[in-house]
């Protein structure tokens, strides 16, 4: 084992920006008080020691699964959902703190972890703790006013207690028990020994809607200071005692395997090295900083067996899924009346074909885990979107009962979906358990983007049977390509009768008013790792349909705004979308000369019908010297009732831009096995200055909350391919779009 160097003295003076955030930043932000260090809040002594207790929180008393609270009335709130850019992070604790009356200037939050009460059963998943989905406000969103409604209740009655009068005639505010009649209060602080002696109550009474003071605010992020100063913790940031570095390299193909190093010896007497890992999939160089592992990684010298997989390319798993669209094999997931009938006997057939392509997620932090390896147990620390997966992957690999690997979860730095797959998380545990100390192994942006879980690319076939008033009185949708399902939940697909919820999306539950429906699929399997990514299979699905919508209009001679209405006319709440969203941008009125317009609608069901997520969407763009530029956006968004407001517009806005991404830049290409990408040189974002004004309508609503992290990236895409339209006088049905950019 190589002795590890000191650090050369230009590499001590240097400063990372991080750490100088960290030495220079102001430490009076009053958002919600005090630090933001996402550490685990767990049953596990282990999850509670360092950085936790350094911050005090070790005199915080514990009221229910949610809540602590110190003696001078701090709170921290548990967040079991980790923070992956939708906002969580404040908006699930400002539904706890209102049904509490807890002080909002004196909460914190802290990562939690471990306890059943922060799994959800929910999107086809057995019941664990993870996010994903869109899914933390729906499925939290009564829990936790139900814990802020325990709490303040025990609270109410021993203040009353205390104060020496009936709890009806007390009330509760910022943290304080207050006697009515006389003023007189008492802070929550002051009760916690009353309170640790009182039953809590499984049925609390909860607020009325008009006593909210918190819900419904456009209150400002909690977790934005921390992440400007550099306070904030993410899975890179991690840094425990002992721990050492490593970096991976991954086989040239897609699904090659390492046979042996050739130069293993050689690579570990290079500086800083102390061990060259064999994992299944990879080899792991572990050193003392990353920086050396990497330089190791890239000098090693690595025999490769490809032989599991035949070569692969772009090219021909297109033309596969060409071939499907003709074959007499789908798998039938709707049929409504008599199609066949229909289009048999019609005198006017409209059809066209659309494509998208494999994509990545190509988060901003690239995966990334910090595994100690004991003998008899584990911990993890890391940007983890699952945290139970984790729990029963290296319990099952490593022979450790789940509930002896402790997770502590960090800031995710972008997931999108990718860092609910534990492959990274499995890297560093090998490479830990190799050499018997916490290992954090980062994986290169290179090999994140060459060895994803990519979302499948997809094919369809739309026609449709026009009746004399221009709609369509029969309508045939064919969708192929690599499911989803069949290549990661074969249960369910086999379940629903061979075919795939996900590749189907808003297709199978069609809401357009349609009276001869036929929806079917055929599963064109490819040697492709898929999982789920941010929207799933609506970015294609919603592409499909709301161009064919368009084009369908366009052939009838309606307007794409009438058209919709008159196929949604039995749904008042889709009606109402469509309606706001074209009073914002001025649909009635024509459009600025040289402006053109594309309008895109979709009704986002959550995973297992958790949701409805009604979204209206119009573009408006110019074409300036044969590049187009994006001007402008409005999105109206039905997501229920609003807990914030703000974070409703930021998902928006981010989500716009996202998808925007996707519609003219994003595409996963293979070649001999291979992925072609590598980088954001060859797979580029939208640049800030493409980015067009975004208006987003929230629409007032007394449903329930509903999902919304996802829910606006399916129809930008036909939008923008229908403005083009309106300007170009041709149809672009591939994504990416083939149009550059002004």
């Not at 019908?609 to 039905?638: H, P, Q, S």
């Not at 409703?648 to 990408?677: C, H, P, W, Y």
Request: charged letters at 20%; aromatic letters at 8%.
């Amino acid at each position: 084992m190589a002795a590890h160097p000191a650090e050369p003295a230009e590499a001590r003076r240097r400063e990372s920006r991080r750490a100088f955030l960290k030495r220079s930043a102001a430490t009076g932000f009053a958002i919600a008080g005090s630090l933001v260090l996402p550490l685990a809040w767990s049953t596990h002594s282990e999850a509670a020691e360092g950085a936790d207790h350094a911050q005090g929180t070790a005199g915080f008393h514990e009221i229910n699964d949610w809540v602590r609270v110190d003696p001078d009335g701090r709170t921290i709130i548990g967040l079991s959902q980790c923070e992956v850019g939708q906002g969580v992070y404040t908006g699930l604790p400002q539904v706890l703190a209102d049904e509490m009356d807890a002080d909002w200037r004196r909460v914190s939050v802290e990562f939690v972890t471990g306890r059943d009460a922060y799994r959800i059963s929910a999107a086809n998943e057995m019941p664990q703790q993870f996010v994903g989905a869109s899914m933390s406000v729906t499925m939290f969103y009564t829990r936790l006013r139900i814990a802020g409604a325990q709490a303040r209740s025990a609270f109410l009655k021993a203040g009353a207690e205390r104060l020496g009068v009936r709890p009806t005639q007390c009330t509760t505010k910022s943290g304080r028990v207050i006697h009515l009649q006389t003023g007189r209060s008492v802070g929550y602080g002051e009760l916690l020994d009353d309170v640790a002696r009182l039953p809590l109550d499984p049925q609390p009474r909860l607020k009325p809607e008009s006593a909210h003071t918190l819900i419904g605010q456009p209150l400002g992020k909690l977790d934005a200071p921390a992440k400007v100063s550099g306070r904030a913790q993410f899975g890179v940031d991690v840094n425990v005692p002992g721990m050492l570095n490593g970096a991976i390299r991954m086989a040239p193909t897609l699904n090659g395997k390492p046979v042996a190093v050739r130069n293993r010896d050689a690579v570990r007497a290079l500086p800083g090295v102390v061990d060259v890992v064999q994992a299944k999939d990879a080899i792991i160089v572990v050193a003392a900083t990353y920086w050396q592992a990497k330089k190791a990684c890239d000098a090693l010298d690595v025999q490769w067996d490809d032989a599991g997989t035949p070569p692969f390319d772009s090219a021909t798993i297109l033309a596969q899924r060409k071939a499907a669209l003709m074959s007499e094999r789908a798998v039938v997931a709707t049929h409504v009346g008599d199609a066949a009938a229909q289009f048999a006997n019609a005198q006017r057939v409209i059809e066209a074909d659309y494509h998208t392509p494999y994509i990545v997620h190509a988060t901003m932090e690239p995966v990334n885990a910090t595994v100690h390896v004991r003998e008899h147990d584990i911990e993890v620390w890391g940007p983890i979107q699952g945290q139970d997966k984790v729990r029963w992957t290296l319990g099952a690999i490593f022979k450790v009962p789940s509930d002896k690997v402790i997770v502590n979860t960090t800031f995710l730095g972008g997931s999108f979906g990718r860092k609910y797959v534990p492959d990274f998380v499995i890297h560093a545990a090998v490479a830990s358990k190799a050499v018997g100390r916490p290992v954090k192994v980062i994986r290169s942006r290179e090999d994140d983007i060459r060895h994803g879980f990519y979302r499948p690319g997809v094919s369809a076939r739309l026609r449709a049977v026009l009746g004399a008033d221009g709609y369509p009185e029969a309508l045939h949708i064919r969708v192929t390509g690599q499911s989803l399902y069949w290549s990661i939940k074969r249960d369910y697909f086999e379940k629903a009768g061979g075919w795939d919820e996900t590749m189907l999306d808003g297709l199978y539950d069609l809401g357009y008013r349609v009276p001869n429906l036929l929806v079917d699929s055929v599963n064109v399997n490819q040697p492709i790792p898929v999982s789920f990514m941010r929207s799933v299979g609506s970015t294609s699905s919603v592409f499909f349909l709301e161009n064919f919508i368009n084009e369908l209009a366009n052939a009838a001679h309606i307007d794409p705004l009438a058209y919709r209405r008159t196929l949604l006319r039995d749904d008042p709440l889709a009606l109402r979308v469509l309606d706001r969203a074209a009073a914002k941008a001025g649909w009635s009125n024509k459009p600025a000369a040289g402006v053109h317009r594309g309008l895109a609608y979709c009704l986002y069901t959550g995973r297992g019908g958790a949701f409805t997520t009604y979204v209206a969407l119009i573009v408006e763009l110019r074409i300036v010297n044969g590049n187009a530029k994006l001007e402008r956006v409005v999105c109206a968004v039905d997501c229920g009732r609003a807990i914030n407001p703000m974070l409703i517009r930021q998902m928006v806005e981010g989500g716009i831009g996202f998808a925007l991404t996707n519609t003219f830049r994003s595409e996963i290409t293979f070649k001999d096995g291979a992925v072609e990408q590598q980088n954001f040189a060859d797979y580029p974002l939208l640049y800030l200055a493409q980015m067009p004004k975004v208006e987003v309508v929230i629409v007032d609503s007394d449903r329930a909350p509903q999902g919304c992290g996802e829910v606006v990236l399916p129809p930008v895409a036909p939008a923008v391919a229908e403005a083009l339209y309106q300007a170009r006088g041709t149809r672009l049905r591939s994504m990416p779009l083939d149009q550059p950019l002004a």
